[in-house]
């Protein structure tokens, strides 16, 4: 009985670490290497007891306690770097492993079940169950693999309050978030038909989870307890040290572990329990456009950038309200910054995070440019060329539609720091200002646009180097200060160009310039496309 | 009249040359086969045809207007069926129907639903989901369903089951009586010989051989099947005669059209007692011209 349902696990097992060994690798790289960085950082920024004091006024208001969970009592703060770290990244983390268990299981499983590889596998003399079962075991390894190192590496850096059995407990939690995401997934891969299905009921399950926990935290205890992620902050870690929040999740992981071996073995291959919703049988007048098409093609992705966009620069208006009283309060702090202008030290903070905000808008935005070459490299674009529309139409509307994403992103970006900012400031600053300090990088991001429109135009094999450009901007904006950057190079960033509201004020030449350098590239790019042999 | 007209079309990519020079016309009412090996140059002429490739140099016009510089005009009155037809994932079957009908500016529902109907598709699900003859049909159901002058297929059934085959067989007939005309490239022979009133054969970028199936089998062999009272001797020696074979008492072999009357005329001396004679197949010709001289060479000398 077992042998019929397992036969040829081990083998599987070993096919599956294999194939997926570099993005496992990358995982775990990555989050150690970056909880373990950060870890080390928080003594030399927490020298003191007055910084402790300080940091933790930041954390006690509502919008940090949604954002990070309850956290610690102030005492606690000033006694430990460890509950700062703890209460700053573990929520987080945590996410980024619940996220990584949710890829890797839904790709390895209805992933490979729905491109037909599994269908291959299952021909040949292995058991029913022998797929899932490798899956599982490699993501069951992972986790641990992760709780280990993670508690080891934090415990070994030595830092005074980061003990063993926190270091320890820290990375169980993690493992074993890890471990009940991958099995809420393995369930969904059940139940769905695609693994686009599998990873969006994964995800949405994730959010609620977060949010439910935002809200309980907030409001009533007794709601954290229904999120998983709610039970990953009650560890109190390096402080209380509570390991039952470690024992429940594996215990709930075990429990929809069974349940999904259990459905995948009266299920036929390729099935699910919930069958694929019908579509529609006419497309709507709007989809028949070509704006409405490219639109309609884009926009999980935009939903998706547009709300992370907004929480992004809402959860930056949250501090604002604590930067203000930290620099206000904090004695030591005034005496030594010298107030250079007649602009507060909060207005200085806005100008470096909407330079900040304006380029990771523009990733939303230059992806929709991006799109026309995906979308040839995947022979869809002799969809249109083989019937009555025209390459400048095509082109056309995807610029249009990047301009007006950059203008949704750029508002929801002023939007998110100036609503949230206002509630927590004393002295907030005023919408004018937001709005117009987030516009104003408008041109610089419409020249990146056109810039991509070239490059599709004129050199489609290199248009992925427009990532080297945008990450090249983003290094004179955020550390062209530090490195000390010859001028020449910071005049190569488009976006060094952009007057800082509201320390600066509005330079209309520098606009203006911006807007014609970013005709003339379009008119290129245009002109290029349309002279050019389309390869699909 | 000519609906479609190539003149010594040359397509250089880099250093390979994929066309060297293709003449080809289309006329008005008509089914023009276009067959060839893969790599042969098929659907680089086809692609330059709908505007996307830009030829080297040579012509090409297609209802008197330059494929290049007038493609939106020209695709107003082209249905287009590739052999891998690639569709948005996230969109039904219905819906990228409905998008490829109005790029082409027709919108005709009642031929939608009908042809939807016939090729027994199911609209309303998600196009990942389709298999390739699936997503075949939804190419195929844009195209028919659109009023069309030509009609360009390349390897239009490849994903096809054998009852959809004929489905399809049935829409081109249809379009020919309605005197569209189409451009139907295919490795399905069969279907060629069915469907196509002349025949171009490409090769290496350049068309050997052009004309109506009678014309082209005049150029190639027949196959004889014959028996004799008496043993023919040095039946080898004779001019025109391939792939020679014996078995028990009959002997067949494939004799060029130009060297018929002499061969007949031997055979007769030793007594027929059966003779049958059957036309080449395109299959014949094609791999006739596909593998060159060579292959027929080295049968006989393997057969003898």
């Known amino acids: 009985m077992v042998a019929r349902y397992f036969k040829g696990t081990n083998q599987l097992t070993a096919f599956y670490f294999k194939q997926h060994r570099f993005k496992i690798l990358v995982w775990l790289i990555g989050l150690i290497g970056i909880t373990l960085s950060v870890a080390s950082a928080y003594p030399s920024i927490y020298n003191d007891e007055e910084s402790r004091q300080a940091a933790s006024l930041t954390m006690d208001n509502p919008v940090m306690v949604a954002m990070l969970g309850t956290g610690y009592e102030m005492e606690e703060y000033v006694n430990s770097v460890g509950a700062m770290f703890a209460n700053e990244m573990l929520l987080f983390t945590a996410i980024a492993v619940a996220i990584m268990s949710i890829l890797l299981v839904g790709r390895a499983t209805r992933g490979d079940e729905e491109e037909g590889r599994n269908e291959m596998v299952r021909a040949l003399s292995v058991g029913r169950l022998s797929s899932v079962s490798a899956v599982m075991i490699v993501i069951v390894s992972t986790n641990i693999l992760l709780a280990i190192l993670t508690g080891i590496g934090l415990a070994s850096l030595g830092i005074e309050g980061v003990e063993l059995e926190g270091s320890l407990l820290y990375g169980s939690i993690l493992g074993a978030t890890g471990l009940l995401f991958a099995s809420f997934t393995a369930v969904f891969a059940q139940v769905t038909e695609t693994s686009k299905g599998t990873t969006m009921f994964s995800f949405m399950l994730l959010i609620i989870a977060y949010l439910i926990r935002a809200i309980g935290d907030v409001s009533s205890e007794e709601l954290s307890w229904i999120s998983p992620l709610g039970w990953t902050v009650k560890t109190g870690v390096f402080v209380e040290n509570d390991w039952w929040p470690v024992v429940l999740s594996c215990i709930v992981a075990i429990m929809f572990g069974v349940i999904a071996f259990y459905l995948h073995s009266i299920r036929d291959l390729g099935a699910g329990f919930i069958a694929a919703r019908k579509g529609k049988t006419h497309a709507s007048p709007f989809l028949q456009t070509s704006l409405g098409l490219a639109l309609r093609l884009q926009r999980t992705n935009i939903i998706a950038w547009a709300i992370g966009l907004f929480i992004l620069s809402s959860s930056f208006g949250a501090i604002l309200g604590d930067l203000e009283t930290y620099f206000a309060e904090n004695e030591f702090m005034q005496a030594f910054i010298v107030v250079d202008s007649d602009y507060t030290m909060t207005e200085q903070f806005i100008t470096l995070l909407m330079a900040i905000m304006s380029l990771i808008s523009l990733v939303p935005a230059v992806m929709v440019i991006l799109k026309v070459k995906g979308e040839e490299t995947r022979n869809l674009t002799e969809n249109y060329y083989t019937r009555a529309i025209s390459r400048t139409r095509v082109l056309g509307s995807h610029f249009l539609l990047a301009v007006v994403v950059s203008f949704i992103m750029q508002s929801l970006v002023a939007l998110g720091l100036w609503s949230v900012g206002e509630v927590v400031m004393d002295e907030a600053i005023s919408f004018d200002t937001t709005i117009a300090s987030a516009y104003v990088y408008l041109p610089a991001i419409w020249v990146v646009i056109s810039l991509v429109i070239g490059l599709v135009g004129v050199v489609p094999k290199l248009t992925g180097l427009i990532w080297l450009y945008v990450v090249f901007c983003f290094v004179v904006v955020y550390l062209g200060d530090l490195f000390d950057f010859p001028e020449w190079m910071n005049n190569l960033s488009v976006f060094d160009y952009i007057p800082q509201i509201p320390i600066d004020s509005v330079n209309f030449t520098a606009m203006v310039v911006l807007i014609l350098i970013s005709f003339v590239l379009s008119i290129i790019g245009f002109s290029g496309y349309n002279r050019r042999d389309i390869s699909g | ?304």
């Not at chain 2, 659109?146 to 490849?158: F, G, K, M, Q, R």
């Not at chain 2, 196959?223 to 001019?239: D, G, R, V, Y």
């Open chain 2, 1 to 304: 009249m000519s609906i479609l007209k190539v003149t010594n079309l040359k397509k250089r990519f880099g250093k390979f040359t994929a066309l060297d020079g293709v003449n080809m016309e289309v006329k008005k009412g008509e089914v023009f086969g276009f067959i060839g090996p893969n790599g042969a140059g098929k659907s680089t002429t086809i692609r330059i045809l709908l505007g996307m490739l830009k030829a080297t140099q040579g012509e090409a016009r297609v209802f008197g207007k330059d494929v290049w510089a007038d493609a939106v005009d020209i695709h107003k009155r082209i249905a287009y069926v590739p052999g891998d037809v690639n569709l948005w994932p996230n969109l039904t079957g219905g819906e990228v129907i409905d998008l490829l009908m109005k790029m082409n500016g027709s919108t005709n529902l009642t031929k939608r639903e009908e042809l939807i109907k016939k090729f027994n598709f199911d609209p309303t699900k998600k196009s990942r989901t389709y298999s390739k003859g699936n997503r075949q049909k939804v190419a195929l159901i844009a195209a028919f369903a659109s009023d069309a002058d030509l009609y360009i297929l390349d390897e239009p059934t490849s994903g096809l089951d054998p009852l959809m085959e004929t489905i399809f067989q049935e829409c081109v007939l249809d379009a020919k009586r309605a005197g569209k005309s189409v451009l139907l490239s295919s490795h399905i022979l069969s279907e060629v010989e069915k469907l196509c009133d002349r025949v171009g054969i490409i090769r290496q970028g350049k068309i050997i051989e052009t004309g109506t199936l009678d014309e082209l089998r005049h150029l190639t062999r027949t196959h004889l099947t014959i028996k004799t009272k008496k043993h023919i001797t040095s039946l080898n020696e004779l001019k025109g005669i391939h792939n020679l074979e014996e078995k028990d008492s009959e002997r067949t072999l494939q004799v060029d059209a130009e060297e018929m009357d002499t061969v007949i005329r031997y055979i007769a001396e030793f007594g027929i007692l059966k003779l049958e004679s059957s036309p080449p197949t395109l299959e014949d010709l094609f791999m006739r011209h596909y593998q060159g001289e060579e292959y027929s060479n080295s049968k006989i000398e393997g057969s003898l």
